[in-house]
């Protein structure tokens, strides 16, 4: 610390905000980078389940077209 007092405490403080700020630790986030991975990661996780169940109802629909799409073909053949 530069000096004991509150105002020494404070300017130490204000130094490294302002450091953190620029990039100049390594390896470590600043708070709102933190914040910011907090808040993504749910949300990243919700896109993801939605997407999977996209992918799961779109696999079933294929499914069940492809069904109807036999089906067509018998009731044409028979009428033919």
């Known amino acids: 610390m530069t000096k004991k007092t509150k105002a020494g405490k404070k300017a ?11 990039g100049s630790t390594s390896g470590t986030k600043s708070l709102n980078e933190r914040e910011a991975d907090e808040i993504i990661a749910p949300v990243v996780r ?18 069940r077209a492809e069904k109807v799409m036999k089906r067509a073909e018998k009731a044409a053949e028979e009428i033919a």
């Open 46 to 63: 919700a896109v993801e389940e939605i997407i999977e169940e996209g992918v799961r109802k779109a696999g079933k629909m294929i499914r």
């Open 12 to 22: 130490k403080k204000a130094s490294k905000k302002t450091r953190a700020r620029s």
